[in-house]
């Protein structure tokens, strides 16, 4: 028997003439999936919001993020999603972001369904995803999303589907916070290009930069084989595939450095070295050390008194 935890999410409900019966129709279970996406980049973005200077999630934030649900419940089609948590994880805390995120996109739903303004607080990069949220339904079919602390459902209509698809455009534009090599400057019209990894391949950033960010870029370009620099502002992205297209502003430029850190998990800590030095000295050789050696380091080693000669 699992000894995992688990936690009401949210719940799904499918609703027409095909979910009589709380039947789902398996090709229905792609919804599923699509919504576990979403709450999970959304989740993912507001936590980066929380924490603007921390540049890694959390570890398991991501691949400890499990959704499951182990029954069909009636009013139509009910699907309680709950979220899983495994026993070995112990203190580990995945954050409330999940929740909020759930809780997000029924607002965005409900936006959709009334032809309202978007959540301000929405990250923008998940706007795309909802091309692959609904592809099962048809025209007269509805699914509601209710969020575990939401009181009332949202309805995710056919007329919901079209305005995000509107809402969607060839691109858009969000937030960003990218580290990259600088490949190219022109002090002229000010303009750089950043080469960056996206997606598993190496592309770059075009953006221009204020009289100000000069020196850093000149400095990151001159030394770009050591030094990488940082960007934070506003970029485009291409909705397809929500790869950053260009820079429409820079806040800000850091100097980072390029090397990444070497680690060799071959050579024993050191402590394990101190200790293998200390076995191998001959019997009797520590003797001599004084067992307050931390306190009179002074006298000791210089022949002077504590904090002075």
Same mark, same amino acid.
């Given at each position: 028997?699992?000894?995992?935890?688990?936690?009401?999410?949210?719940?799904?409900?499918?609703?027409?003439?095909?979910?009589?019966?709380?039947?789902?129709?398996?090709?229905?279970?792609?919804?599923?999936?699509?919504?576990?996406?979403?709450?999970?980049?959304?989740?993912?973005?507001?936590?980066?919001?929380?924490?603007?200077?921390?540049?890694?999630?959390?570890?398991?934030?991501?691949?400890?993020?499990?959704? +499951?649900? /182990?029954?069909? /419940?009636?009013?139509?089609?009910?699907?309680?999603?709950?979220?899983?948590?495994?026993?070995? +994880?112990?203190?580990?805390?995945?954050? /409330?972001? #999940?929740?909020?995120?759930?809780?997000?996109?029924?607002?965005?739903?409900?936006?959709?369904?009334?032809?309202?303004?978007?959540?301000?607080?929405?990250?923008?990069?998940?706007?795309?995803?909802?091309?692959? #949220?609904?592809?099962?339904?048809?025209?007269?079919?509805?699914?509601?999303?209710?969020?575990?602390?939401?009181?009332?459902?949202?309805?995710?209509?056919?007329?919901?589907?079209?305005?995000?698809?509107?809402?969607?455009?060839?691109?858009?534009?969000?937030?960003?916070?990218?580290?990259?090599?600088?490949?190219?400057?022109?002090?002229?019209?000010?303009?750089?290009?950043? +080469?960056?990894?996206?997606?598993?391949?190496?592309?770059?950033?075009?953006?221009?930069?204020?009289?100000? +960010?000069?020196?850093?870029?000149?400095?990151?370009?001159?030394?770009?084989?050591?030094?990488?620099?940082?960007?934070?502002?506003?970029?485009? #992205?291409?909705?397809?595939?929500?790869?950053?297209?260009?820079?429409?502003?820079?806040?800000?430029?850091?100097?980072?450095?390029?090397?990444?850190?070497?680690?060799?998990?071959?050579?024993?800590?050191?402590?394990?070295?101190?200790?293998?030095?200390?076995?191998?000295?001959?019997?009797?050789?520590? /003797?001599?050390?004084?067992?307050?050696?931390?306190?009179?380091?002074?006298?000791?080693?210089?022949?002077?008194?504590?904090?002075?000669?």
């Amino acid at each position: 028997m699992s000894a995992d935890n688990t936690f009401e999410l949210a719940l799904l409900r499918f609703d027409g003439e095909r979910f009589a019966g709380h039947a789902l129709d398996v090709e229905c279970t792609q919804e599923l999936i699509a919504y576990k996406n979403i709450v999970l980049e959304c989740a993912k973005a507001l936590w980066r919001r929380k924490f603007p200077d921390r540049a890694r999630l959390p570890k398991g934030f991501e691949g400890g993020f499990r959704l +499951q649900f /182990d029954r069909l /419940d009636e009013g139509s089609t009910v699907v309680p999603l709950r979220r899983v948590r495994a026993s070995e +994880q112990g203190e580990l805390d995945l954050g /409330d972001e #999940f929740d909020e995120a759930a809780e997000l996109i029924d607002r965005t739903v409900a936006a959709a369904n009334t032809d309202d303004l978007l959540p301000a607080d929405l990250p923008l990069n998940i706007i795309p995803l909802f091309r692959d #949220f609904g592809t099962t339904l048809r025209e007269d079919e509805i699914l509601y999303t209710r969020a575990q602390r939401t009181k009332s459902e949202a309805a995710y209509t056919v007329k919901a589907r079209r305005a995000l698809a509107e809402w969607l455009g060839p691109s858009y534009e969000d937030k960003v916070d990218v580290v990259g090599e600088v490949r190219m400057a022109n002090v002229g019209p000010s303009r750089f290009a950043l +080469q960056i990894e996206q997606a598993g391949a190496t592309v770059l950033v075009d953006g221009k930069f204020a009289p100000e +960010q000069e020196g850093r870029v000149l400095q990151a370009l001159n030394e770009h084989r050591m030094v990488r620099l940082r960007v934070v502002g506003i970029g485009e #992205f291409a909705t397809a595939d929500r790869m950053l297209k260009r820079f429409v502003r820079i806040d800000d430029v850091r100097l980072a450095s390029g090397e990444a850190p070497q680690f060799d998990d071959s050579v024993p800590p050191i402590w394990e070295q101190l200790s293998a030095i200390g076995r191998s000295a001959p019997p009797g050789a520590w /003797d001599a050390v004084p067992s307050d050696l931390s306190v009179r380091i002074d006298e000791v080693v210089y022949g002077s008194g504590v904090g002075g000669i």
